[in-house]
């Protein structure tokens, strides 16, 4: 089994930054990928980024509505998974979480039935 703990969520500006934390334990070294995905009110669960737990780091997926503006990081020796978010909008205002799995396929990192570990989730408001 492998634990999931999200923080940094909270209230920011339109345009502010925010950087999101998961904590990760138990068998992670079981893990092959780290997502971040988010749901918004009355709206689906969404892809945001992923990144390799034992690859390359220099391999990072992005949804296309959060390219060039959120950055995804790991930091494998505190089990952390990072999302910095910059120039934030109110549509980023969503229940923010992060998954892990087994498996690592680009066909499948997005969808969010490809992951079998959640977190809780950090709400993350924007205000115009």
């Known amino acids: 089994q492998v634990q999931l703990v999200e923080s940094g969520g909270g209230l920011v500006q339109a345009g502010g930054s925010l950087t999101l934390s998961c904590a990760l334990s138990?068998?992670?070294?079981?893990?092959?990928?780290v997502g971040w995905f988010r749901q918004a009110p009355g709206k689906e669960r969404e892809f945001v980024a992923a990144?390799?737990?034992?690859?390359?780091?220099?391999?990072?997926y992005y949804a296309d509505s959060v390219k060039g503006l959120f950055t995804i990081s790991r930091d494998i020796a505190k089990n952390t998974v990072y999302l910095q978010m910059n120039s934030l909008k109110p549509e980023d205002t969503a229940v923010y979480y992060c998954?892990?799995?087994?498996?690592?396929?680009?066909?499948?990192?997005?969808?969010?039935?490809?992951?079998?570990?959640w977190g809780q989730g950090t709400q993350v408001t924007v205000s115009s």
């Open positions: 998954a892990a799995d087994q498996v690592l396929t680009i066909a499948t990192m997005k969808k969010d039935s490809s992951y079998d570990y």
């Open positions: 138990g068998r992670t070294f079981s893990i092959a990928v």
């Open positions: 990144i390799p737990w034992s690859w390359s780091a220099a391999s990072t």
